[in-house]
């Protein structure tokens, strides 16, 4: 077997991993709360807040005044992601940290790529976002040098290679599920 045929699955899983991060860096930088209902958000005065919520939202540098001059609407995505906040473990708000930490430091460029990567991820059937994480999971098995050999691959390949690649995977892909035994009856 040519070495360029042992690493297309490799490469689609790196790019599934890339989309998957990408996505991932998306998340602290929005509001993942569902979208209240038209004109149901009231507006919620800061001395109403529970001594908690006030303390989470100074934390992230929302004031009385400030919160005062809010839309509604802002207010409650807000909260929703106070609540969330402060129900998660010390440990999943480290990660939460890092996470915004990471964001940030994109540049608007790079903000607006995850978005898109992660509007179009969340188009996907469940099926395929399951590929995704699935690539992305293998991605993650690799070691670093695997990973970058990877990388270094894909990008220097052109788009025709690209597509041939994504083609042969899409027909293992294929063959495996027909090879599968039927889902059992009860």
């Known amino acids: 077997m040519s070495e360029s045929r042992r690493f297309v699955p490799a490469r689609r899983a790196a790019l599934a991993a890339l989309v998957a991060v990408g996505l991932q860096l998306a998340l602290p930088g929005r509001a993942r709360a569902e979208p209240a209902a038209a004109g149901s958000a009231a507006a919620v005065e ?41 129900a998660m473990t010390p440990e999943q708000q480290a990660h939460a ?22 509007h179009h991820f969340h188009e996907m059937t469940p099926e395929q976002q399951a590929r995704v994480r699935e690539g992305f999971h293998g991605f993650r098995k690799l070691t670093p040098e695997q990973r970058q050999k990877m990388r270094e691959r894909w990008q220097n390949a052109t788009p025709e290679e690209r597509q041939q690649w994504l083609e042969k995977r899409r027909e293992r892909r294929e063959r495996r599920q027909q090879q599968q035994p039927p889902p059992r009856q009860p």
């Open 97 to 118: 940290r890092e996470r915004y930490k990471r964001w940030q430091e994109l540049s608007p460029e790079q903000r607006e790529l995850a978005r898109q990567r992660w």
């Open 46 to 86: 800061w001395n109403s807040l529970k001594p908690e919520e006030r303390q989470a939202l100074e934390a992230m540098g929302r004031s009385a005044e400030a919160w005062n001059k809010l839309p509604a609407e802002r207010q409650q995505r807000l909260l929703r992601g106070t609540h969330r906040w402060l």
